[in-house]
Structures are given as structure tokens and as C-alpha cells.
């Protein structure tokens, strides 16, 4: 267990709606990262949050959004939805904000987000 | 194109044979991480490695940064069913602070 709790595990909707993700991370960590795993792409960096603050950017799209609250949880929304959007996407925390270098980072199982 | 490259992208052996798995690039990183994931289940570290030419053993699985720190190699030694699973090796490039991920190797081990 490792820790960073996902929910929800599965979420199958529509084309055009709007999700959110939710992320707790381990105690005590102070980031929050979000990727996208896919067949064909692998595990994309999407964003990371350090203490509330938005600290790197990778691929996210504009339709998505995240947010690190001030108890450390952390959302991602997702709203227009396409087909293409369907995924594993993953949250992993570490303790510090100066990234992964010498943080490794803890995932948590993920949500499979299936767009209809 | 990918920062990170794996190779094999599958492979599937007999319990009790070696294998090795690769990861290349083109780019230079502070350091380099592997980690496994299971089905349904997230990412786990494994190893890191920061210095070129570094070899880090855990159990039967030994890993090597190359000496420019743009490639790295997971050995495994004597595999079994145990060790299925995706292989991933990420990287953060030197300047940079987050975390690159290759596609990763799908292993299967038979008993």
C-alpha cells in the first residue's frame, strides 16, 4: 500500500461530460502529481502541485484542470470529454517540491476513466 | 518521438532464464528511476540511480546507469512469475525536475 489513495477506481461517461478525480496523498507529503496512462502514450506527466501551488506543467490539455487544496488532497477535472480521453489516469505524491530528482515519487492505483 | 526509449516493449520467458531490459535516450539525466507496476495497480520504485556508471543490485535484479547518464539496463537473474509485470524507466532530464516515463517492457514469466 502506498499510501496515496485514488477515487474513484472506475468512471465510465459520456462524450461532452464533465469529471473529477480525486487524490489523497501519503501523509506528510507536500506534492501532488498527475499522469496519464494510455497504450499508445505511455505515462504522461500532466501537472504537479507543491503545497497548494501549481509547481511544473507537462502535456495537460486546456479542457483539464487541477487543483491542490489546503488539506494537501488534490482534483483533476476533465470536462468536454472525447473518446480519446479514455485512460488510466494517476496521482503520485512526494514529500518535497523540487521534484522527482532525488524524490521518488508514490502512486496510487489509479482511475480508468472510459469515455462512451 | 519518445525521450525514453524500452526495449523490448514484450517479452515472455521460462521461469529460471536471464534477461535484460533496456532504456536509451539521446538526453543526459541527473538521474534515472525504475519502477514496476501489476495490473491494477500503480507505479513502485524500485531503484534509483544518479552517478554514470553506477550498478545498484536488489536481490536478483541489478541495474546500470551508463557512464553519460543517457542509458541504464535492468538485469534479472534467474526470473520467476514473481517478477511479471511492466518494467518502467523514468528519467529527469538535468535542468529539469520532473519525472519522464518510457512506455516500458511488458514481462511474462512462465513457471
Known amino acids: 500500500d502506498s499510501g496515496v489513495t485514488q477515487t474513484p477506481k472506475h468512471l465510465i461517461t459520456a462524450t461532452g461530460q464533465r469529471v473529477t478525480l480525486r487524490c489523497s496523498p501519503r501523509?506528510?507529503?507536500?506534492?501532488v502529481y498527475w499522469y496519464q496512462q494510455s497504450l499508445d502514450q505511455g505515462l504522461q506527466f500532466l501537472i504537479q502541485?507543491?503545497?497548494?501551488?501549481?509547481?511544473a506543467k507537462g502535456n495537460i490539455l486546456e479542457r483539464f484542470s487541477a487543483q491542490q487544496f489546503p488539506d494537501l488532497h488534490s482534483e483533476l477535472n476533465l470536462s468536454s470529454l472525447e473518446l480519446g480521453d479514455s485512460a488510466l489516469y494517476f496521482c503520485?505524491?512526494?514529500?518535497?517540491?523540487?521534484?522527482?530528482?532525488?524524490?521518488?515519487?508514490?502512486f496510487g492505483n489509479g482511475t480508468r476513466l472510459t469515455v462512451t | 518521438t519518445q525521450l525514453l526509449e524500452q526495449s523490448p516493449q514484450f517479452l515472455s520467458i521460462q521461469e529460471g532464464e536471464n534477461l535484460t531490459v533496456y532504456c536509451n535516450s539521446s538526453?543526459?539525466?541527473?538521474?534515472l528511476q525504475w519502477y514496476r507496476q501489476e495490473p491494477g495497480e500503480g507505479p513502485v520504485l524500485l531503484v534509483t540511480?544518479?552517478?554514470?556508471?553506477e550498478v545498484k543490485k536488489l536481490k536478483r535484479l541489478t541495474f546500470q546507469f551508463g557512464d553519460a547518464r543517457k542509458d541504464s539496463s535492468l538485469h534479472i537473474t534467474a526470473a520467476q512469475p514473481g517478477d511479471t509485470g511492466l518494467y518502467l524507466c523514468?528519467?529527469?532530464?538535468?535542468?529539469?525536475?520532473?519525472?519522464?516515463f518510457g512506455k516500458g517492457t511488458m514481462l511474462l514469466v512462465s513457471p
Open positions: 540511480v544518479v552517478t554514470g556508471g
Open positions: 523514468a528519467g529527469v532530464e538535468s535542468g529539469y525536475s520532473t519525472l519522464t
Open positions: 502541485y507543491y503545497n497548494g501551488e501549481e509547481r
Open positions: 503520485a505524491s512526494s514529500p518535497r517540491g523540487g521534484g522527482a530528482r532525488n524524490s521518488p515519487l508514490h
Open positions: 538526453s543526459v539525466f541527473s538521474s
Open positions: 501523509s506528510g507529503d507536500l506534492s
